[in-house]
Structures are given as structure tokens and as C-alpha cells.
């Protein structure tokens, strides 16, 4: 590696030389140093290099594996869970809900959120616009944030959900099933769901998959299918799902114009308990097919008709930059101003 570009919480973003290929290559590299160790200018770095030969938009960097002159500490605990299991970099952390923690006692017979609000999404875009509505209305509130494993594993990935978390925008992050590095680690989304409201004390749960997500063009082969589970689980546990929808205008892919199919799958197909849809209120034409898209929810879930007036300001204000499939907030308003719906409706529902 030739250089430190900067560096975030559980995350280091290098300048590295690929001299496997001919030419050598520059480009940019993402170390975890907790499970790989700090690299430092000068040192040799072992690299994975799929997302470049890929071109991927989200988590176009070459992956250190290892710094083989500067390894890790050995793990020393405490904790008992092993996640990203079986893979050469699988971690070993302590779960709030294992035997060794603090909270197993809170959380051993916890078996309700007490109707805490629980906002879901399909994509990890969506959790800076909610918190821009969510703190528009009811600023002060305690929003934890609970990570899914569809998409990226590590939550040190998101620079985002970093900084939420430094402004305190986030009272914390809940890494679920697989994904780890939150400030609380938990076996399943139950568990997650749990922990945000009695080991972290949120007003409010925001769910959905890391940054990454993975689809392929058909109608079942997306990770944003979570969602659909994320409502049920919201709902067996005694909250509020709020199903966020996924609305675009600027998506170059038909089955995404509009209410995604995503949306309409997870939340009309896999979702089996009833949630609350705020459907936002766009104008013209575009807001029309929105509603009209949204109606085919309404067989299950209750349609909510959300005003987005203000919301505009509030995302222009957000302290994160705002991109999701590589849009910026005014490239795609509608999908920004979606998600701000549902954290405007979630605060509607605080006593």
C-alpha cells in the first residue's frame, strides 16, 4: 500500500499498487483492521479483487484479506458468537443475547417491543432520509438502527451509519444474523429487533440490509425479500412495522419505476402480517401511478397517505451525503422523499 486516504470506525481506505497485473494497477483498498489488522504506508497487503473485475457501484474497492508482516491481536473474547461463519475472515463476537452478556438477563424472556415503532426498507439508502423525516417532526427521539445480512456483512462499511452515529442521529447499530461490527451484535432479527429497545432504549427501530444490495431481475431473487420478514418479525414482537416503500423516478429499470416490485413483493407477498404504508403524496402524473401502485398493498396493509411538504428542506439539510444507486437527492427526489414519509408517519405514532 502507498498511502492512508482516511479512515472511519472499524474501517481504513487506502491508496494500493495491484503489481499482480501487467501494468500494476492504483486503486482504491478497504482494510477492517480488527479482523485483518492496521496496515500502514509501505506494507505488502493480500487483496480480493472481485468487486473491481465486477465494477460494482456500491463497494467498488479491492478487499484487504491480510497484512502478512502486521497481523491481528488473536481474539481474546469475551463473547461466543461466530459470524461470517466459516469463511476465512469469520469473527468471533459477544452477542447481547448469549449467556457472557450484560443484558442476556433483559433480553432471556423478552418477548415484546412494546409498540415501539419499527420503520423497514429494502435498501441501506434509505436509513439517512428516514431519520430527515423522522427528526423533522420529532427531533430528540432514540433511533436505533438494526443492520440485516443481505447486503454488506461488516456494518464498519457504511461511513454513513458511522456518522449517524457520531452526530447521534443513531443511538446505535444492531448487526444481525451474519453481518457484525454494530454496537450491539444479535442472533436474529428477533433478537436485534429486541436489543435496539431494551438494551439500547430506542423510540424507534430503522431495519434494513447494509450497503450492497443484490438483485437479479427476477421476482424472487433479491435480498430486499428481508423486509418482508423484518414486518413479520416487527409485528409477532408487539410493534408497529411501518413498511417504507421503494419509489423511483430516475431508475432507468421499468419493474423499479414508481413502487419498486421490490416493494411490492416483500411487503405483498412475503409480509404476512399487516403493516402501515405511508404512501407519499407526490404530485402529478408520477404521484398518481405511485397510489395506484401502492393499491395493491391495501389487500393486507393499511395505505397511509403521507404530505411530503418540508421534507425537501429536511433532506437538503441531511447531514450525510444522500445517493442511492449512485442518484443524488435531486436526481431522484421521489425516492428520498419516500423514505422520509416513513419516518415522518413514524413520528406520528410517538406518544
Request: aromatic share 4%.
Amino acid at each position: 500500500m502507498t498511502a492512508i486516504r482516511r479512515e472511519w470506525p472499524g474501517a481504513v481506505e487506502l491508496d494500493v499498487v495491484v503489481t499482480s497485473d501487467e501494468p500494476a494497477v492504483r486503486c482504491r483498498a478497504l482494510a477492517y483492521p480488527p479482523l485483518v489488522g492496521r496496515p500502514e504506508p509501505g506494507d505488502e497487503v493480500l487483496l480480493n479483487t472481485t468487486a473491481l473485475a465486477m465494477g460494482l457501484g456500491t463497494g467498488g474497492y479491492a478487499m484487504v484479506v491480510a497484512v502478512p508482516n502486521r497481523l491481528p491481536e488473536d481474539p481474546d473474547g469475551p463473547g461466543h458468537l461466530v459470524k461470517a461463519r466459516y469463511t476465512p475472515l469469520q469473527a468471533t463476537v459477544l452477542g447481547a443475547d448469549e449467556q457472557d452478556s450484560d443484558f442476556h438477563e433483559a433480553l432471556r424472556e423478552a418477548d415484546s417491543l412494546d409498540g415501539m415503532p419499527v420503520v423497514v426498507a429494502d435498501l441501506h439508502s434509505a436509513l439517512a432520509p428516514i431519520l430527515c423525516g423522522l427528526y423533522a417532526d420529532r427531533p430528540g427521539v432514540r433511533v436505533a438502527y438494526v443492520m440485516l445480512d443481505g447486503g454488506a456483512l461488516p456494518a464498519w462499511f457504511s461511513m454513513s451509519a458511522a456518522r449517524l452515529r457520531e452526530l447521534d442521529w443513531l443511538a446505535g447499530v444492531v448487526t444481525v444474523g451474519q453481518a457484525f461490527g454494530g454496537d450491539v451484535e444479535a442472533v436474529t432479527t428477533h433478537t436485534g429487533l429486541l436489543a435496539a429497545r431494551h438494551v439500547l432504549d430506542a423510540d424507534v427501530a430503522v431495519v434494513a440490509q447494509g450497503p450492497g444490495n443484490l438483485g437479479t431481475g427476477t421476482r424472487w431473487g433479491f435480498s430486499g425479500v428481508s423486509a418482508g420478514e423484518a414486518v413479520n418479525a416487527a409485528a409477532v414482537l408487539q410493534g408497529r412495522p411501518v413498511a417504507a416503500l421503494r419509489v423511483s423516478e430516475g431508475d432507468a429499470r421499468e419493474r423499479h419505476v414508481g413502487v419498486s416490485h421490490h416493494s411490492l413483493t416483500a411487503y405483498g407477498r412475503v409480509a404476512l402480517s399487516p403493516a402501515q404504508v405511508p404512501v407519499p403524496e407526490l404530485p402529478g402524473e408520477f404521484g398518481e401511478r405511485v397510489r395506484d401502485q401502492a393499491e395493491l398493498l391495501a389487500v393486507r396493509h393499511e395505505l397511509v397517505s403521507v404530505p411530503v411538504e418540508g421534507l425537501h428542506e429536511a433532506l437538503r439539510a441531511c447531514p450525510v451525503r444522500l445517493s442511492t444507486m449512485g442518484r443524488g437527492l435531486e436526481e431522484d427526489l421521489a425516492y428520498f422523499l419516500a423514505s422520509a414519509a416513513a419516518g415522518r408517519h413514524a413520528a406520528g405514532l410517538l406518544k
